[in-house]
């Protein structure tokens, strides 16, 4: 029990020195009041809560289709990749799932008053696959055209025979 009075004397004499540090990390620090110049408005009546509805998320049409095959076997998941160049895109195999990566690279060009501005906005997208238990690298096809990314892959509800 000795061992133990000493350790908890010690946490709270660490304690007590932490709550004497400024934190190290500044999320944790308490905010100061910050002076601004703008016009005094009128206070809102006391009592009464502004209830901040949030934005809507924009929704976006899914870049990916499934298709089950007519005989249930396998699954192809077509990407629609407008754009897209074949080295933009990326397939990684995990024995698990699928990781396919791709990225799109937008270069803007503004003359301001004889100078040129160059913005370069580059954005990486990312989608993972669920594969059912055990499948093997041999039985993920992929290809790309001009357009799409289609990935053929086993189906998670097809029955696995090992063959004799």
Excluded at 59 to 65: D, L
Excluded at 103 to 127: A, H, P, Y
Aim: proline content about 9%; glycine content about 4%.
């Amino acid at each position: 029990t000795s061992l133990n009075q000493l350790w908890n004397t010690l946490r709270q004499q660490k304690q007590r020195q932490m709550a004497k540090e400024p934190p190290k990390v500044s999320s944790l620090k308490a905010p100061t009041p910050t002076y601004s110049p703008t016009p005094s408005r009128t206070p809102d009546p006391v009592g009464v809560k502004k209830v901040m509805t949030p934005q809507p998320l924009k929704r976006r049409k899914s870049n990916v289709s499934f298709r089950e095959s007519r005989d249930g076997r396998t699954v192809t998941a077509t990407f629609d990749l407008p754009g897209i160049k074949k080295n933009n895109a990326h397939v990684s195999y995990r024995g698990s799932h699928l990781t396919v990566t791709w990225e799109t690279v937008k270069i803007t060009e503004i003359d301001e008053g004889g100078t040129l501005v160059r913005e370069r906005e580059k954005k990486e997208f990312s989608r993972t696959i669920p594969l059912p238990e055990g499948t093997k690298f041999e039985e993920v096809g992929a290809r790309m055209d001009e357009r799409y990314l289609i990935l053929t892959y086993p189906n998670m509800r097809s029955v696995r025979v090992e063959p004799r």
